[in-house]
């Protein structure tokens, strides 16, 4: 017995030790928002959000494990302290930060639309009149329907994941989502799917920051946000964008 | 937590009542579906024991989750696109409550065939004899002995199928799973959310588990 407890203590005490290299940080993510963070047909997890944080850790010169958790398993991780931090194309919003989240400054800036199918003649947001339109859980997008949910006499149905989301416009089951620009004029290219951008659905946007719950993590934002400058400085900032958003 | 429930407790208390209409609708339509196959496997019948096996096994061999994709996109698209029906849709409600149906209806004509088999044969025997139909004396005789036995394991597929309902979530029908996920991306606040959530199920099941109780009692004491 004795030994076993000992054995626990070790394994343990080995356990705290890793964790608590200075300059190495776990960072949560998403598993699947393209062109932010997705699993490419080689098996390669890449996208904006992971080369982004690639160039910032190389430019001030920290380590990290990039865990592709899922967006609510990356939320709690952060509050458990399983992460020290995340960044999954989240928008900066008073509401969480209200709950205590610390935002960096924002890294990309995303507009949101509406789409419908390519054939529909839904043309303006009073055409959605008592049908139901499909957002994704926790997005821009989810948030623009919701502002223009009661002027407009529309229902919201939620989903957990963007091709769920496409799934249901292209389906039927619902008549419009609403999705990031970038994200959304992509998806449509890329796969070839029946559906269009309605042209002036279009909100100003918003921009999406790295985030941490633990303040004690605060130098972790400070070098993300200086990193940040500097490959908006150097180019490299415009070369990955430019690579993902053709 | 206070601030969640001041913002958002109405709200999750209506996605609560989703839970509970969901369940209701998908156990109704269960009972059905677990008493014709249940009573089809055990009638002396090739035929009618091997649809029933094949429901089963169909049905139990496929993840509830995969069955709810199945049904809520796959359905419509091989009625309308496929076979050319055009306008077949369901709602999410419908969906759900056809996947819960069928599923807890496989487990319950399970119970209801395990509970028949556990009244000793001669039971149906000696009502026979004693100049009685088959389905007479399935009702009047087996049917009243084999339900005290099958009590315990129905309420137990009740309770799963109502914790069943949040896998619903993933057609974005608006139970609490569903709702309570909208809440924390919203205020990112995970811990107190899954918290409340977890309290309002507790409390709905424990109410259950009561009253299935009493009602076991009352049953097990006579009519």
Known sequence: ?246 | MLRILDIYGNLLLTAMGQTLLLALCGLFFACIIGLIVGLMSVVKNKLCNFIAVVFVDLIRGVPMIVLAYFIYFGVPYLLNTIMGLGGVMLTALQAGTICLALNCGAYMAEIIRAGIESVDRGQMEAARSVGLPYWRAMQRVVLPQAIRTMIPSIINQFIITLKDTSILSVIGFPELVNTAKNVVANTFMSFQTWAIVAVMYLAVITLLSRFAKSMERRLKHGH
Request: glycine letters at 8%; a negative charge.
């Open chain 1, 1 to 246: 017995m004795k030994k076993i407890i000992a054995a626990v203590l070790v394994m343990t005490m080995c356990l705290c030790a890793c964790g608590a290299l200075a300059d190495h940080f776990v960072i949560a993510t998403d598993t699947v928002f393209k062109p932010f963070e997705y699993t490419d047909m080689n098996g390669n997890f890449v996208g904006i959000d992971v080369d982004i944080l690639a160039a910032i850790a190389e430019d001030q010169g920290f380590t990290y494990d990039l865990n592709s958790l899922g967006w609510d398993a990356a939320i709690a991780a952060c509050q458990a302290g399983q992460a020290d931090g995340m960044i999954a194309g989240a928008s900066i919003t008073d509401a969480r930060k209200e709950s205590g989240w610390i935002f960096s400054d924002g890294y990309y800036n995303a507009t949101q639309c509406m789409t419908v199918l390519a054939n529909s003649k839904i043309a303006s947001f009073a055409d959605l009149a008592g049908k139901p339109v499909a957002v994704k859980t926790g997005t821009q997008g989810a948030a623009y329907a919701e502002s223009l949910k009661d002027a407009n006499g529309f229902t919201i149905t939620y989903f957990e994941d963007s091709p769920t989301m496409y799934q249901a416009v292209m389906g039927g089951q619902c008549v419009a989502c609403f999705e990031d620009t970038p994200i959304m004029a992509a998806t449509i290219k890329e796969n070839g799917l029946p559906l269009k951008v309605v042209e002036g659905s279009e909100n100003e946007g918003s921009p999406y920051g790295f985030a941490i719950f633990n303040a004690d993590k605060q130098n972790l934002v400070d070098m993300f946000n200086a990193g940040l400058a500097n490959i908006k400085a150097n180019g490299k900032y415009d070369e990955i964008l430019a690579k993902y958003l053709n």
